[in-house]
């Protein structure tokens, strides 16, 4: 099977006033469709920086990424807005959601911006929140929502967009870890039952028992 | 549910308190500027209206009058002929004058003036009589005896009303010499004007100093309003066409060339200050709009890791700048049209430059009224302003890079 998400010789190399910080050391992985991958590993060995080149938020120094047979490694700033905008979900770790948009209308922000029309994408919104369990908040503003509330809203503003695959970075971060856990289950469910691929990173342990692939990253490269 | 237009309508307003300060602030310019405007275009309208009562808004005279000498080379020739000409080809009503240099004296002085002969329709007559006429009557317009002087040489003259007035024109082709008797007293803005003015009927001139003669035929035409007066760029040259090489044809901006060029630069003037007004409101949206978008980097980098591209980003903040300029502007414009429509029934300027005003032209009591382009030119100010401040914080909003933005935590 071909894989949906790949890097080959993955190298990330940030430099910030002449002082040179390798975040990633050539990381070859492959991510099928309808895996549910978590990266694993302690700060600072590169998780994020991996999740962000993967969804083409960030552009490698050195190897490639390929998206769906597209090699995106190399495509524009313009181009690959493009593609997160149609093919990638995100979740981050917190202060995900804008906060003038209640949770229905954030559900539908990805749809607002590739133009789809009113009813469509408040259709879809809805749904998505519903699948979460968070219709009964659909008009609340995030400030009006808890923490886990509010990463079940953005979890819903990936899946309405329909992605081709769904990258979160540490979404539970900011959780309690009986409502992470709860976070995590419902990834899971939307895993199991609709077949979204999703790759996510933690550095919580309990969280790991709950997946069936764990990538473990040190120093920049995958640990044996 | 939301589109971007409410997104950055919401996002205005986060910050209440400053974002009312800087929308008050291009408010204000709007308020000012239109009332500005309106200040302006009713001292137009009524400089013009009481400078063309005057002098009417074109004169025929001869060509070269400045300069000739002789007061018989001042005549226009065929003065019938020129009037049927005017009948023919224009809406206009004029007035038909006779001006001889002459000697007014009562019982015991004399003095130099400007007489003037004239005939004017009713409604030109009536006008001026209201406006100049201080005592007693205008002779009538085919009274020979009659003769209306200014209030002051009258009394540089000891003349009263009733009295005998006897007028010397040396050299004319006329009788040369009249008694008349004093009807009316008229009072001019000007003083100097007032000392030597001394108006007989046209008949009356003539006779005394030019049978059937006529030096001066003023055209007035039912304009209201300065802006009317852009008619007169096309009536001017084909009526000096029409009347031929011996004639000028002249408006009353050759006649106060000094008012034409202030009425050119009143205007220009007024942007200028509305032009200083909204760039120091500018300032204050540029720093409004820049602020909201540090406050917000980690949003917008999670927008911009979403997949909103540059141009989305950018078009926000445009959209940002413009809803708060224009909320600005539409309260700030409400409020200035109010002020207009209530102080569009006249209120009095006496009290700012006193009566000497009034010898400038000046109107005590203005009626403020809006001209075609004033609203649209005010409302233009407000949107430039809006795109304008916008355009740097658009550039930065637009080079954001997501992973950076989203590191951002202030
Ligand atoms: N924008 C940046 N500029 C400079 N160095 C960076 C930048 N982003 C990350 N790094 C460095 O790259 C390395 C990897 O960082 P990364 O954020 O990918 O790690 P992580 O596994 O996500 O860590 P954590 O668990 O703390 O989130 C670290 O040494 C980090 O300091
Ligand atoms: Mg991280």
């Known amino acids: 099977m071909q894989p949906l998400l790949q890097t080959k010789q993955l190298t990330k190399v940030y430099r910030v006033d002449a002082i040179e910080t390798p975040a990633l050391r050539g990381v070859n992985l492959e991510i099928y469709p309808g895996e549910f991958t978590a990266l694993a590993g302690p700060s600072g060995s590169g998780k994020s920086t991996l999740l962000y080149l993967m969804g083409g938020l960030d552009k490698p120094t050195a190897g490639e990424v390929w998206l769906g047979g597209q090699r995106i490694d190399g495509l524009s ?23 003038v948009l209640t949770a229905l209308e954030n559900a539908a922000f990805v749809l607002e911006l590739r133009g789809e029309p009113r009813e469509v994408r408040e259709a879809k919104a809805l749904e998505a929140l519903q699948v979460l369990g968070m219709q009964d908040y659909a008009h609340r503003r995030p400030n009006q929502l808890s923490g886990g509330q509010q990463q079940r809203v953005a979890v819903a503003r990936a899946l309405a967009a329909r992605p081709k695959i769904i990258l979160a970075d540490e979404p539970t971060a900011n959780l309690d870890s009986k409502t992470g856990l709860a976070l995590i289950e419902h990834m899971r469910s939307l895993n199991r039952e609709q077949g979204i691929t999703f790759v996510f990173s933690t550095h919580d342990p309990r969280l790991l028992e709950r997946v069936d692939r764990i990538v473990r990253l040190e120093d920049g490269q995958i640990a044996a | ?149 200014g209030a002051s040489l009258a009394r540089a003259l000891r003349l009263k009303l009733g009295d005998p007035v006897y007028v010397y024109a040396p050299g004319t082709e006329g009788r040369g010499a009249g008694a008349y008797r004093l009807v009316g007293l008229l009072r001019f803005p000007e003083a100097a004007q007032e000392a030597r003015s001394a108006y007989l009927s046209l008949a009356a001139a003539q006779e005394l100093a030019a049978p059937g003669g006529a030096t001066r035929i003023e055209l007035h035409f039912p304009f209201t309003r300065y802006s009317q007066d852009a008619q007169l760029a096309v009536v001017q040259p084909q009526l000096a066409a029409s009347l031929g090489p011996g004639l000028s044809v002249e408006s009353w901006r050759e006649a106060s060339p000094a008012i034409a060029q202030i009425f050119a630069l009143l205007t220009p003037l007024v942007l200028i200050f509305a032009a200083i007004f909204f760039g120091l409101a500018g300032l204050l949206v540029v720093n409004t709009i820049y602020l909201g978008l540090l406050e917000r980097t980690r949003e917008l980098g999670v927008m911009v890791a979403l997949g909103a591209g540059p141009a989305q980003v950018a078009r926000m903040v445009v959209l940002e700048s413009l ?12 409020l200035g049209l109010l002020t207009i429509a209530a102080l569009s029934g006249g209120f009095s300027l006496e009290a700012l430059y006193g009566p000497v005003g009034s010898e400038f032209g000046l109107p005590s009591v203005v009626y403020l009224s809006l001209r075609a382009w004033d609203i649209p030119i005010t409302l233009g100010f407000a949107l430039a302003t809006g795109l304008l401040a916008a355009w740097w914080p658009a550039r930065v909003a637009a080079r954001l890079e997501p992973v950076e933005a989203m590191r951002f935590t202030a």
């Open chain 1, 77 to 99: 700033k313009a181009q690959l807005a493009q593609l997160r905008l149609w093919q990638v979900g995100f979740v981050f770790q917190a202060y995900n959601l804008i906060p």
């Open chain 2, 1 to 149: 549910m939301f589109n971007l237009f409410s997104l950055s309508w919401r996002n205005i307003w986060r910050h209440r308190g400053r974002s009312l300060l800087t929308a008050g602030a291009v408010g204000l310019a709007v308020f000012f500027t239109l009332f500005y405007l309106s200040f302006l275009g009713a001292m137009e309208n009524s400089i013009y209206n009481n400078l063309t009562a005057s002098v009417g808004h074109l004169q025929v005279r001869v060509e070269g009058y400045r300069e000739k000498r002789e007061f018989r080379d001042l005549l226009i020739p065929g003065v019938a002929q020129v009037e049927a000409r005017l009948a023919a080809q224009t809406q206009a009503q004029w007035v038909v004058a006779l001006e001889v240099p002459a000697l007014v004296a009562g019982e015991t002085r004399s003095r130099g003036v400007l007489l003037i002969g004239d005939r004017r329709p009713a409604a030109l007559r009536e006008a001026f009589a209201k406006q100049y006429l201080a005592e007693g009557q205008l002779p009538e317009a085919d009274d020979l005896e009659g003769i209306a002087l």
């Open chain 2, 323 to 334: 809803l708060l300029c224009s909320s600005g502007a539409v309260v700030g414009g409400a």
